[in-house]
């Protein structure tokens, strides 16, 4: 999935292995409510619209130099959510997104693929609020620990989206 996605370099490929491109990963919830509205996810949904969200990612973008986005959502491909992140991307970076698995027996196998994906991005832009207080995703911190402790990333290649500014005086991990 990651050479059609365009994540391995073109005609690089050696002895099976090929050379990954640089690229950001990005965790985006949109409109999952499984455990319920909590006050915060509200707050964070609305933080996370398109035109909102795409100016972090942007931000995160020209901070580490990268122009390729692995989007990692449950806004599938295609869909009105996935296409207007595109749209406020254009001129910055190229999204891309994994193929949707068919069928509700595939959702996990859906996630995994995904997550193993932005475990091995440059950067990991994670949804939620950080490592200490607040509301942060249970995928985004299984990908933090997958990338730390499986590959190797150091902490600071990981951000959460909410962390800095109004909501909590912290870091970009919200420590």
Known sequence: ISNKLGLLAQGTRRHGLGVRERFMAVHWRKGDWFLGPHPRKLEQAELAEAPAFAQIIRSLLQQQGLEKVFLMSNAGPGSEAAQALARELRGTAELVQAPTLRGDRNNLRQLCIEMAIASAADFFLAFGD??????????????????????????????????????????????
């Open 130 to 175: 950080g490592l200490v207080e607040g509301h942060a995703s249970m995928p985004s911190l299984l990908v933090i620990q997958m990338r730390i402790y499986a590959e190797g990333w150091p902490i600071q290649s990981n951000a959460f989206t909410f962390a800095p500014g109004e909501y909590f005086a912290q870091d970009a991990l919200g420590l």
